[in-house]
């Protein structure tokens, strides 16, 4: 310390009766007349002086620093840290691949025949006075079991690849909000004639063996699309005015009513995902309870898990919030003995008390943490010689909070995520579709009665408008049978992925334990 001694000197503070050196004594000037300032809050400030105080504290917590009593607070990030973010970051890209394949796997289902048996079961009349394990042997004499099967497939797929490529196009600009909204609304045009046609195709009314439709299909009023053609009017009379506008009413109101169906199904699924989502076990709002820890750890300290869980935060689009894993705080040990006092932290801080110091005065200070002091308590008050009545030891580096070394460890990722999400989006899909059959029923049989006609083609075989027409017993249990097989086909889908979310998990051991080899 003797070749410290200036610097200690400013840090221990120096007497106002102590001489100045000759040096100070020639570089002083005349004193100029003090202007008094004022801070934000009203309160008067000296520049000078709070330039002195930051220098004096910064001195004093080096000096601490060099005789070891202090030590930094925030030496940076520790291993342990940086390999939970990777075991973290690991886990949520799984997850979301494993979400995504999901997802695509439950729409499949429909796509290969499922959604075919349902709609022509919702318009055919034979479909309703056959029974289910009967429709096999009567559907094999007019069509091959691959037409049914991959009928409508290519557009479908096509869909929903063009659906989820427009749609992270469109949320990923934030620049010409008019030009990606009119493109999304052009797409959804093109998406709802594509997804009929898709239908048409289930329904046999059209080719299987057409890929697409012609571009004819999209344009209104064309012999090919879903409007047909009506007769231009005659003059600009009222009379005449009034008949053009009953014929588009008519003739339009098919494809309007199925367009209202789409829209509902897909307003209601969302409703019954927040509904469902409240009513089956879920690991985002009840998190699992893992066993504690058999050994406090102090290796991953708050500031770590706060950093993880910012980077979570950073990241995450969608549509829920999840927390990423949350360590145990650790806290004192209290089985230790009553003659152990609690410790606390001892702080040294550039912070003013008055508050007026900014943001970038504050960031030049420096902070530090000292030793703290354990004074055991003893009976007498007369110590013998030679012995020390305060022990020395490291100080925490974590808060002290009662009753935390109790509190139970949460592991949130998307791999624990995965079940909960992929068996809402199966539930919730299931009841959506029987919410919305009765509308799809109604659009479903105008649509193909219109197209019969427009052909001149019968339609004795396609029940009526009305929902009730038609309506047996045979026919609704086929429907809800459909139904199940849809729904059971799903569930297989779920526990594979589900076994799969399980498979690529590692526990925070076995992560550590594949890093070091």
Known sequence: MGMLEPLTSLALGRSPYDPLDPDEIEGQTEPLPHEQHYGPNGRPVNPTTRRMNRDIVRAHNEVMHVIGVAEAENPGPLPEAESARRHWEYELAMGNQLLRYGQLGIEAVGIFGVHGLRQRILIYRRYSQIPFWQLYQQTKRKTSLSQDLFAGVPTSLLTNYLDGFIGDLCMSNDKWELARQCVYQFWNYLRLHLELWAVMQRLNLVSSASLLPSPSFFIPFSKDSPIPPISAPGDFSLPSLSRWMTGFLITSTPFFVWAMARSLSVDWIVQLRLFVSQHIPSTICDARKRAP?????????????????????????????????????????????????????????????????????????????????????????????????????????????????????????????????????????????????????????????????????????????????????????????????????????????????????????????????
């Open 293 to 517: 820890p058999s050994s406090l750890c102090t290796c991953i300290p708050d500031s770590a898990i706060q950093d993880v869980e910012n980077q979570q935060d950073a990241t995450n689009v969608a549509e829920i919030a999840q927390t990423a894993f949350a360590e145990p705080i650790q806290g004192a040990n209290t089985n230790s003995g009553p003659t152990v006092s609690t410790r606390r932290l001892s702080i040294l801080s550039t912070r003013n008390d008055d508050g007026s110091m900014n943001d970038e005065e504050e960031a030049e200070g420096v902070s530090a943490t000292l030793i703290s002091f354990d004074v055991e308590p003893t009976e007498s008050t007369e110590f013998p010689p030679g012995l020390w009545s305060a022990e020395l030891r490291p100080s925490q580096t974590t808060e002290v909070r009662p009753g935390a070394s109790h509190q139970p460890v949460y592991h949130q990722t998307m791999l624990t995520h995965l079940p909960f999400l992929l068996g809402t989006s199966v539930l919730s899909n299931a009841l959506g579709r029987i919410l919305v059959a009765p509308y799809e029923a109604t659009a479903l049989r105008m649509l193909a009665r219109q197209f019969r006609l427009q052909h001149g083609l019968g339609v004795d075989d396609i029940l009526g408008v009305s929902i009730l027409n038609g309506l047996t017993w045979t026919g609704t249990i086929n429907f809800f049978l459909s139904e199940l097989i849809h729904l059971t086909l799903s569930g297989e889908i779920w526990a594979m992925f589900t076994s799969a979310s399980q498979f690529v998990y590692q526990s925070d051991q076995e992560w550590r334990e594949a890093e070091s080899n």
